[in-house]
């Protein structure tokens, strides 16, 4: 099933803060900024357990109990499994070892077999307090490892989170499943597959004002070839497009301190916000069926639909593909 068939509208909510990355976030915050989400009229929330150890969930589910469950679209992932046990070292999370230091205490276990999924999907559902998953994406397979080990790891999903998605799909347990990452390469070998056939896909930090390039070069065209859908993840890019100071996770490098700088430079001379550039920018591309901003303050969310509402000038976009700020090739709102 096409994912704009699952989804109810363009604008989602990405929990990954709630999971208190970066920063240890109160719980009343926390609430009030899901609640928030909800009232701007938000109906698709995608989590995982890897946001906080579990934290993420919890708090999202939480607020979801109060609303009518066939009333939203709730996504979570598979891949990591959080266990009882807490850590008592550093965490081996690779690049996002750091991300979620504030959060849950609870060992993560990465594993894509068959049963790991069943019990991911079962402990999801506890903590988020609910009978059903609408979207399950696979997450992040592979991340961290090279070479052979990397197909060894893509060989374990295949044969075992994606045949399990596949057949709860088939059964109508869920709606839809696909890949949620921040690489094309397991998308990308995933569509060259004959079987199992994923739903859509969810795509992280890598179709953003600041890097589109590869995933122009060539996933979006064998995605649109496929008729598979693009949910865009982190539109922001880690938070440097909206006023932060991260880009990848860790501190934005020089160069893209600059290009950030250009790009509200550009966007000031033309009466644009920076958000409104970035979530339509996201959108403007014809696989992208959904963009999932995160947020921890409610006030944020506010921004949010008003940027994917605001009007933004033809111009704009024809002199940002003219300063060579995006790439030639990339689609932008109004045929600019």
């Known amino acids: 099933m096409s994912l704009t068939n699952i989804l109810p509208g363009r604008l989602g909510f990405g929990t990954a803060p709630l999971g208190n990355m970066f920063r240890a976030i109160p719980d009343d915050e926390a609430r009030a900024t899901v609640e928030a989400a909800w009232d701007h009229g938000i109906r698709f929330y995608d989590t995982a357990p890897f946001y906080g150890a579990g934290l993420a969930e919890t708090r999202l589910g939480e607020v979801l109990a109060g609303k009518p469950r066939d009333a939203y679209v709730l996504s979570t992932k598979v891949g990591r499994v959080v266990l009882d046990e807490h850590e008592t070292a550093a965490r081996d999370l690779g690049e996002k070892g750091g991300l979620f230091e504030h959060g849950n205490p609870n060992k993560i276990v990465h594993e894509w077999t068959a049963e790991a999924t069943e019990r991911s999907i079962e402990d999801s559902l506890k903590r988020l307090g609910t009978d059903r998953l609408d979207i399950v994406w696979v997450h992040d397979i592979a991340q961290d490892f090279h070479g052979d080990l990397w197909l060894q790891k893509f060989e374990e999903a295949r044969t075992g989170a994606f045949r399990v998605l596949s057949r709860l799909r088939d059964e109508g347990v869920i709606k839809g499943w696909g890949l949620g990452v921040n690489r094309t390469e397991p998308i990308e070998l995933t569509l060259a597959l004959d079987e199992p056939r994923p739903d859509g896909f969810l795509l992280a930090g890598r179709y953003t004002l600041l890097d589109h390039e590869h995933a122009l070069e060539r996933l979006l065209p064998l995605a649109q070839e496929q008729r598979v859908d693009m949910v865009v ?25 600059e290009r950030v700088g250009k790009l509200k430079a550009l966007a000031a001379r033309h009466g644009v916000s920076i958000k409104a550039a970035a979530l339509q920018f996201s959108l403007a591309h014809p696989a992208s069926a959904a963009v999932i901003p995160g947020a ?41």
């Open 233 to 257: 993840g982190g539109p922001y890019s880690s938070g440097i497009l909206a006023g932060g100071t991260h880009f990848e996770y860790q501190q934005a490098p020089a160069e893209i301190i």
């Open 296 to 336: 921890t303050r409610p006030g944020r969310i506010a921004e949010d639909t008003a940027a994917l509402d605001e009007g933004v000038p033809a111009a704009f976009w024809t002199e940002l593909r003219a300063a060579g700020l995006v790439s030639p090739a990339a689609p932008l709102p109004h045929g600019a």
